[in-house]
């Protein structure tokens, strides 16, 4: 495995295996047209890593923690780049120490649960998504959007005293006031793109997790860069924001921290033309 330096070896698209921010703190400043990724949400997955991001004591600490990945986002990103930001919601555990298993989607179980957190009480909606881009925005990106994933395929919740949620968030989120947005590239219709998308999600062979469907990512690929760009995703999972920029062509860098899940990801785009290689940030 090559001992390279992050920033020696950006000739073409590269999966990089480590922490997020601690990669990208290697990365050369303005260098992306574009960011588009899905970090791990707050206290609903235990992906079995050290410090991984999500399984924070209180929700507070978990956007603290991801401010600072993005803060390094906004730095590499080019003066006209633009995020695109997607983020799920979660309840308070009601002081559950675990989460017991799920037949339909067993991973979900966590041995260890947060407590609820301080100013909330069990069962409330924690609001991750707003409180994320309002720190974000706070922090000094512009918050250009709020789009609304719906999922008409959602998740069955047995749930019998509120509606079963069916959407997530996307925040397009920009470094500058003027940036690159091809608004002509992602018509509907004919007509400027809505902020609702209704998008199935996709399951993919050998994820054992929650993946980005490829075409959520496609029109922020679409919208936000040229072909030859590069794009970010500093948490890239199963790699569909790789596959989808491969099929577009574009360039771009995937950081993943869990080493299986780079090898999904490069199973999954390696049919492409592009030779894929992986470098560890830590050695």
Same mark, same amino acid.
């Given at each position: 495995?090559?001992?390279?330096?992050?920033?020696?070896?950006?000739?073409?698209?590269?999966?990089?295996?480590?922490?997020?921010?601690?990669?990208?703190?290697?990365?050369?400043?303005?260098?992306?047209?574009?960011?588009?990724?899905?970090?791990?949400?707050?206290?609903? !997955?235990?992906?079995?890593? +050290? &410090?991984?991001?999500?399984?924070? #004591?209180?929700?507070?600490? *978990?956007?603290?923690?991801?401010? $600072?990945?993005?803060?390094?986002? !906004?730095?590499?990103?080019? +003066? &006209?780049?633009?995020?695109?930001? #997607?983020?799920?919601?979660? *309840?308070?555990?009601?002081?559950? $120490?675990?989460?017991?298993?799920?037949?339909?989607?067993?991973?979900?179980?966590?041995?260890?649960?947060?407590?609820?957190?301080?100013?909330?009480?069990?069962?409330?909606?924690?609001?991750?998504?707003?409180?994320?881009?309002?720190?974000?925005?706070?922090?000094?990106?512009?918050?250009?959007?709020?789009?609304?994933?719906?999922?008409?395929?959602?998740?069955?919740?047995?749930?019998?005293?509120?509606?079963?949620?069916?959407?997530?968030?996307?925040?397009?989120?920009?470094?500058?006031?003027?940036?690159?947005?091809?608004?002509?590239?992602?018509?509907?219709?004919?007509?400027?793109?809505?902020?609702?998308?209704?998008?199935?999600?996709?399951?993919?062979?050998?994820?054992?997790?929650?993946?980005?469907?490829?075409?959520?990512?496609?029109?922020?690929?679409?919208?936000?860069?040229?072909?030859?760009?590069?794009?970010?995703?500093?948490?890239?999972?199963?790699?569909?924001?790789?596959?989808?920029?491969?099929?577009?062509?574009?360039?771009?860098?995937?950081?993943?921290?869990?080493?299986?899940?780079?090898?999904?990801?490069?199973?999954?785009?390696?049919?492409?033309?592009?030779?894929?290689?992986?470098?560890?940030?830590?050695?």
């Amino acid at each position: 495995m090559s001992k390279k330096s992050p920033a020696s070896c950006l000739t073409d698209s590269t999966v990089l295996q480590g922490d997020a921010e601690k990669i990208l703190q290697q990365l050369p400043s303005n260098w992306f047209r574009c960011c588009v990724t899905s970090p791990p949400y707050w206290g609903l !997955r235990d992906y079995g890593e +050290d &410090d991984q991001i999500g399984i924070e #004591n209180d929700p507070y600490k *978990y956007i603290e923690r991801l401010v $600072a990945v993005f803060e390094q986002v !906004r730095r590499v990103l080019r +003066d &006209d780049g633009t995020l695109w930001l #997607n983020i799920g919601d979660s *309840y308070t555990s009601g002081n559950r $120490a675990y989460r017991a298993p799920d037949k339909k989607n067993p991973v979900r179980a966590m041995a260890h649960r947060a407590k609820t957190p301080k100013g909330l009480k069990p069962k409330d909606l924690i609001g991750i998504p707003w409180r994320l881009a309002f720190a974000l925005q706070e922090a000094g990106w512009y918050l250009r959007g709020d789009i609304i994933w719906e999922k008409p395929n959602c998740m069955p919740e047995s749930v019998k005293d509120r509606p079963t949620r069916a959407h997530e968030y996307v925040f397009q989120l920009s470094k500058s006031l003027r940036y690159h947005y091809d608004q002509a590239n992602v018509r509907v219709n004919g007509r400027n793109r809505r902020t609702v998308w209704s998008i199935p999600t996709e399951p993919f062979s050998g994820a054992h997790f929650a993946t980005f469907p490829p075409k959520l990512v496609e029109p922020c690929v679409l919208a936000s860069s040229l072909p030859g760009d590069w794009v970010l995703d500093p948490f890239f999972g199963s790699g569909t924001v790789g596959a989808v920029c491969e099929q577009q062509d574009r360039r771009y860098v995937g950081i993943e921290l869990n080493p299986e899940y780079v090898q999904i990801a490069l199973e999954r785009i390696r049919c492409t033309a592009r030779t894929l290689f992986t470098l560890d940030a830590t050695s």
